[in-house]
């Protein structure tokens, strides 16, 4: 390899967060050393003339009828003699070529005597040395020693010999749909340059590793390979009704996380690709595509009879991957992760055991667990590595104090900046507002069977959007909703005619589409609602669905996990956790 394209290729080196081009020329172009050898033009060939270096890997191609007469065509390669010639800003030399062409056609000369002096006329010639102008557009195509994004589109600068700097000429090289060859024309023989992509410029890598990780009715969970590549700032992920035409993005901004839960408007089945994106916003080529067949409200398995002996109320935190199940049989607070696998236990605070651990949940922030224990009228604070981290509460009937602890939420308050826990008295039937740290705010609602009164309180959930708060009523048979400010602000039941009523409802959840799930437990079932409190259908008594909740208890905790809309029930009369496809 020449002094020259072992200069160049060191200028890649040192400008390569410039761009990629200038690696992929140099390594196209090294073997034309610094210059190629000139190849005679035959006017009279067929076939168009090839300028050809050394190894076959770059070609002049002359199209028939370009050029006429006896022409020498050399391609020198200009690289380091250029490698400091202006150009555009911010762009690093990649290649600088030049092409030129010779008319070597003898010109007669007279013959020395002519004229009548008897001699002889000798039949020497001269070359003229004359520049060629092509009489057509000359095609140039590099064979490609690395591929490159196929069919971009790369700009063609030219020498301008009065500002002695390299401009853009209008002009530009197409790479193939193979990307294994760049192709442009030129109307003139002279210097041309390639400069360096900037980062913006280049299509990022095709994504890898798609994969479908979780599906249900409502919501499809996709993951990928990260890409490695620093032209990747982005993904776009798209989705297609199966056989339909077209393709849609499902994200409003570039994901930049390699998981992305999809929330679907209808069942049914679904297509998806992914792109890249680089810093410019310009796209890759899209991945394979994958398939989603449809997926129906369905059971996808259980798990927990092995170590659950009453479970009751559970919380999830996808973030974690945690789940926690308070079971006031075995007077502690189980953790799985969201696949059902055993992680730890929780069993009670510094020399205090738990005695009847009935609420679990966690922070907004997903930092901290909450525990209430009927058995010590108590509220534990545990973070995620349970270590302890405070507690509140006695026994008692004044304000702060519990009779009995119930089902607990932990939502953010706007206006105090910080987290407020919830806490129902299932025996004082009241709720009680406290802040993250366990001082008392607020007792919110209280005993009664009016409008914003509780009997026997069994679950409480925060929605999260608009910040309202469901409770079951348990001896009311009903469910009530409350407002960001903790005032009632309606309620729902069932009906004869709607299979009801509803029989001690406990647990509480709600899905993206607002539909609420609500743990019927006498009556051995999980009921639907829609987000107009309209029930839509229920399922676990009858053997719908493929599963039937234990006779003695019927379901209690009721937990959904947005990022796969799988939703999690616990049956402690049968001791386990039964998920669904929701």
């Not at 400069?195 to 095709?206: G, H, M, R, T």
């Not at 992760?337 to 020399?351: E, K, M, Q």
């Not at 004082?428 to 309180?457: I, K, N």
Request: hydrophobic share 35%; with cysteine; proline share 6%.
């Amino acid at each position: 390899m020449g002094a020259d394209s072992g200069h160049s290729r060191e200028a890649w080196r040192q400008s390569s967060r410039l761009g990629l081009l200038a690696g992929w020329l140099i390594l196209v172009l090294a073997a034309c050393g610094g210059g190629g050898g000139p190849v005679q033009f035959n006017p009279d060939e067929t076939t168009p003339t090839q300028l050809t270096t050394s190894d076959g890997r770059i070609t002049a191609v002359i199209p028939a009828g370009a050029l006429t007469g006896q022409i020498e065509l050399t391609l020198t390669n200009r690289s380091s003699a250029d490698a400091n010639v202006p150009g555009p800003e911010g762009r690093t030399l990649a290649m600088a070529m030049e092409l030129t062409a010779v008319d070597t056609a003898p010109t007669p000369v007279e013959p020395e005597g002519a004229g009548g002096d008897g001699t002889q006329a000798s039949q020497t010639t001269e070359e003229t040395g004359d520049e060629i102008v092509p009489a057509e557009a000359i095609a140039i195509t590099f064979e490609l020693a690395a591929a490159l994004p196929p069919a971009m589109s790369i700009p063609i600068y030219t020498f301008n010999a009065t500002s002695l700097r390299y401009e853009d000429a209008g002009i530009s090289a197409a790479v193939s749909e193979d990307g294994t060859e760049l192709a442009f024309t030129i109307s003139a023989f002279g210097r041309y340059a390639f400069y360096s992509l900037l980062p913006e410029e280049i299509p990022p890598p095709v994504p890898t590793g798609l994969a479908l990780v979780a599906a249900s009715t409502q919501v499809r969970k996709l993951t990928w390979t990260p890409s490695t590549s620093s032209l990747v700032t982005g993904y776009n992920l798209y989705r297609s009704s199966a056989g339909a035409d077209s393709f849609a993005a499902v994200n409003t901004e570039p994901l930049t996380a390699t998981v992305f839960s999809d929330e679907i408007d209808s069942p049914g089945a679904y297509e998806y690709y992914l792109t890249t994106i680089n810093p410019g916003g310009l796209e890759s080529e899209p991945s394979a595509v994958i398939n989603s067949p449809a997926v129906d409200f369905d059971l996808l398995r259980s798990f927990g009879s092995d170590r659950l002996v009453r479970p009751g109320d559970i919380a999830i935190s996808a973030a974690a991957d945690r789940l926690l199940v308070a079971d006031d049989g075995a007077d502690c607070v189980w953790t799985y992760d969201l696949d059902g696998n055993y992680r730890g236990r929780i069993t009670g605070y510094d020399t205090v055991d738990l005695a009847q651990p009935v609420g679990v949940a966690f922070n907004p922030d997903g930092d901290r667990i909450y525990v209430s224990d009927a058995g010590r009228s108590h509220v534990f604070i545990y973070d995620l590595n349970y270590n302890e981290a405070g507690l509140f509460g006695t026994p008692g009937t004044d304000p702060g104090e519990f009779e009995e602890t119930g089902a607990l939420e932990v939502v953010y308050d706007p206006e105090l900046i910080g987290d407020v826990v919830l806490v129902l008295d299932t025996q004082l039937s009241r709720l009680q507002t406290f802040t993250g740290l366990g001082v008392y705010l607020d007792t919110v609602a209280e005993y009664g069977d009016e409008d914003g009164e509780l009997s026997a309180p069994g679950a409480i959930h925060w929605t999260g959007d608009g910040g309202e708060i469901l409770i079951s009523d348990s001896a009311n048979a009903r469910i009530q909703r409350f407002n960001d400010e903790y005032e009632y602000d309606s309620l729902f039941e069932l009906d004869e005619e709607e299979d009801g009523p509803l029989d001690t409802p406990l647990g509480l959840a709600v899905d993206f589409r607002g539909r609420i799930y609500v743990a019927d437990s006498a009556n051995r079932r999980v009921v639907v609602f829609n987000d107009s409190e309209e029930a839509l259908f229920h399922f676990g008594a009858d053997g719908t669905l493929g599963v039937e909740f234990s006779e003695t208890t019927g379901p209690a905790g009721v937990a959904l996990d947005r990022s796969t809309g799988y939703l999690y029930v616990s049956d402690p009369g049968d001791g386990r956790i039964v998920i669904f496809t929701s």
